[in-house]
């Protein structure tokens, strides 16, 4: 009777191994597919960061672009406004009454300040 109980405990525990066996097999398997996962995680990952440095580089190389445009567009803007108020001294003078030397100070000034503005644009698009 020892025997046979001894026997049936043996069984039993031998079931259990062979459960146990079953379960770190699967416990593995998941484990495996874990790790696949998370290193197809982790390149992705890698990936987009250098997308993301390269996305900021190009943010960065066009905003400095977009402000020399904009600055180009000042200047030109300037010149043009500068040329009709060089184009309207004498106009503008003769109605305000202005003798004939401040008309002369304020087209010299004018035309000065064009000069500037001429010098800027020939460096704007550095």
């Excluded at 039993?12 to 790790?35: G, P, W």
């Excluded at 001294?89 to 300040?113: D, H, T």
Aim: charged residues 25%.
């Amino acid at each position: 009777m020892a025997e046979a109980k001894a026997s049936a405990e043996i069984a039993e525990l031998k079931e259990e191994i062979v459960l146990a066996q079953s379960n770190l097999t699967i416990t593995k398997s998941s484990f495996d597919n874990c790790l696949s996962t998370y290193n197809e995680w982790r390149s992705a990952h890698k990936a987009c960061e250098i997308t993301i440095q390269n996305k900021d580089a190009q943010i960065s190389e066009l905003s400095g672009k977009l402000a020399t445009a904009n600055n180009c567009k000042f200047i030109h803007n300037q010149i043009e406004d500068t040329i009709e108020e060089i184009n309207n001294v004498g106009i503008y003078s003769i109605f305000s009454g202005a003798p004939e030397e401040k008309r002369s100070a304020q087209a010299i000034a004018l035309e000065a300040r064009l000069r500037g503005y001429q010098e800027k644009l020939g460096t704007c698009n550095q």
